[in-house]
Every structure is written in structure tokens, then in C-alpha cells.
């Protein structure tokens, strides 16, 4: 059984990852409405790496220190360089999507499968997150459908941004 500050720490690296991730997909999308969903998912993961940091250190843990070289080559492949600001068409925006749905499956599947090793106060933790993270699928699942569908973002307008 996995030690529960390796769960832990291994949790706020995808979630770091997750991050980065939807930043750099919005700061490639031209449409307002996506650029909010892209943001609103990023700042999620960055909610989500800060609670289980704090679970990590109440543990007597410590984050890992980001690999910045293995983000940066990990996202560059996702991502390419050459991509400019409202660079990626649908056919970008789709195989983005479907990448971001297998983050979100992965991040389920981590989590539900390891909360019993995350110790008692972390499964609390980790099942609020799998929610959140089943949430995060469905939007993405909705907007690939209308992607697929209409060549268009679904979107997402937030309530109060601030």
C-alpha cells in the first residue's frame, strides 16, 4: 500500500499539472466564453493543489518542487510552440478537449482508487475532489459534443468573476 504523503504529494503534482494545463489551452483561444471555462478550470486545480498541500504538510509532508523542464516538455507537446494566441481552430480545440478528459478521468480514477491509502482525512479530501474533477469532465464532455457538433463552444459564463 502506497505511503499516504506519497498519495498525497503525487495528487498535487497533477493537479499543478492540471493547471498549467487549462492556462495554456485559454491563452490560445480566442472565444470569450472558452477563455472563462479555461480559467475557471485552472484556478480549480490551483484550489485543489493548495488543499492538499495543506493536507500534505499536516501530515508532515512537502510538495515536491515542480520539474519545470518536465511540465514545460510535457505541455509543449500538447500545446506547440508555433500556436498563437486564437491559433487553435476546432480541430485543436477538439484533440485539446479529448487530452483534458483523459487528465479528468485519470484524476478520478486516482483519486477513488486511493483514498482508503490517503489516510482518513485525505479520503474525505480526495472524494470532494473526485466530484469536483467529475464536474470538470462533464463540462468538458459537454462542450467536445458541441464542438463536435456545431463547430462551436458550448462555453461557460461565470456567475461573479472577481
Request: no cysteine; hydrophobic share 40%.
Amino acid at each position: 500500500m502506497a505511503d499516504a504523503k506519497e498519495v498525497i504529494a503525487t495528487a498535487v503534482e497533477f493537479e499543478k499539472f492540471g493547471a498549467e494545463y487549462y492556462r495554456r489551452f485559454r491563452d490560445l483561444l480566442e472565444e470569450k466564453e472558452a477563455k472563462a471555462l479555461m480559467a475557471s478550470l485552472a484556478s480549480d486545480e490551483d484550489e485543489h493543489a493548495a488543499v492538499l498541500t495543506r493536507e500534505l504538510q499536516a501530515l508532515g509532508g512537502k510538495a515536491k518542487a515542480a520539474s519545470g523542464k518536465r511540465t514545460e516538455k510535457g505541455l509543449a507537446e500538447i500545446f506547440p510552440r508555433k500556436a498563437k494566441k486564437g491559433g487553435l481552430g476546432v480541430e485543436d480545440s477538439i484533440s485539446a478537449i479529448e487530452l483534458g478528459i483523459g487528465t479528468e478521468e485519470r484524476s478520478i480514477e486516482y483519486y477513488s482508487r486511493n483514498a482508503a491509502a490517503a489516510g482518513p482525512g485525505a479520503k474525505d479530501i480526495f472524494a470532494r475532489l473526485e466530484g469536483m474533477e467529475r464536474e470538470h469532465l462533464r463540462l468538458l464532455q459537454e462542450n467536445l459534443r458541441q464542438l463536435r457538433d456545431q463547430g462551436s463552444w458550448l462555453g461557460y459564463v461565470p456567475i461573479l468573476e472577481g
